[in-house]
Structures are given as structure tokens and as C-alpha cells.
């Protein structure tokens, strides 16, 4: 299993990433510029928290230019498992990968906490670890993580099962609770809460290894 993790300039999880695939679970990573465009050998990518270009105009909006994402959404389009968490998440959306935005938190407040998920769906090869109605804390960091979409879009979301995760107590205002959803095809996933931070014994959680640890079981 190898994976690679996009570096934008402003990311700031991409270490943190690394960490959690290679430093805790052995799994062979290599850092993207995102000026890159080789994802030979790959078998996964993920597009880190952060702050990608400064947020400038809005997250992701620069970011989705980079020349790294026009490689992948080739993968993508192939099949390849791609995940975005926290800015990855609003990365993909810009990108037309996943549909909907993120926008400000209802309360317009930045958010830093542990908060409780529910698996709604775990079809993706991310959660295949999982069962629907499981429940996992993953913390979350961010100002800009309400995920909005129309109703014709949640209606698509829901009758394609591409709903991941919702939050059991909302805490940025989510349409439905939204947490985390995939594209219709469940390999690529994106999700406001950081994973890669509860994989780590020392740091008090380690569901963020149930993510992570399931793509060796589906490799």
C-alpha cells in the first residue's frame, strides 16, 4: 500500500497525515507537490487540512488549479482511492469531485474539538472497517465546515447511499448533519473531521485508524 499526500502551500496537516499512514501504520507515503503531476504507483491520495493558498477568494478555490489535481482526477476517474479531509474537503468540492460547498460555520466561529460521528453509510473502501450505525470521535478543526448542497442534491446523495458520516450533535449547521459524503462510485470521500489526528495512542482516540487501516484490508 502506498499513498500519497498533496502538499499545497498553506497546508499544515500534511505532516500529520504522514504520521498517521507511515508513523503509525507502516503504510509507505511520499509527499505531492502540488506542482506534481506523476501519481504512478499510488495507491491512495489524500488532500490534507490546512490552508491551501491562504484560503484566498475561498477555501479551495485557488487550490483546485493546482496542476497535481488535474492527475487526479484521472485517478479518480480509474478508481483510485482519494480522500480529503478538513480543506482536502473543500478541495474536492471545487474540484467537481464531490458536490456541494463548505461554508462559514452557522455560529461564525472556528470550531476545535472532539466531536461524535455516526457511519451512515460504509460502502466506501475508507470505512469498509465499519458498519452502518457505528459510531466513531474524530476531532474537528475548522471555521468554514458547513456543508451545504440543494435539495435535488441531498435527494442524489441520499438514493445513491453516498452519505458517510453525519455528526451526532451538528455543530457547524450541516444540511442533515452532513459529515462526510463520497462520490457516487464510494473511492473518493471527504470529511470536515481529522482522522489522521486520532491515530495516535498518545493522543487519547484512535478511531481515525479505522479509516485509515481499511485500505489495507481492501487492497
Known sequence: MS???????????????RWATQGCLGMQTRYLWHEETDLSGLDAV???GGFSYGDYLRCGAIARFAPVLESLIDFANKGGQVLGICNGFQVLT?????PGALTRNSGLHFICEDTP???VSARTPWLSHLTAGSELQLPIAHGEGRYQCSEDTLKALQDQDSIALKYNNNPNGSIADIAGITNPAGNV????PHP???CDPVTGCTDGRKLIEALIQSS
Do not use: H, Y
Open 46 to 48: 489524500v488532500l490534507p
Open 94 to 98: 471545487e474540484l467537481g469531485l464531490l
Open 117 to 119: 460521528l455516526n457511519v
Open 189 to 192: 470521500l471527504g470529511l470536515m
Open 3 to 17: 499513498i500519497g499526500v498533496v502538499v499545497f502551500p498553506g497546508s499544515n496537516c500534511d505532516r500529520d497525515v
Open 196 to 198: 489522521e489526528r486520532a
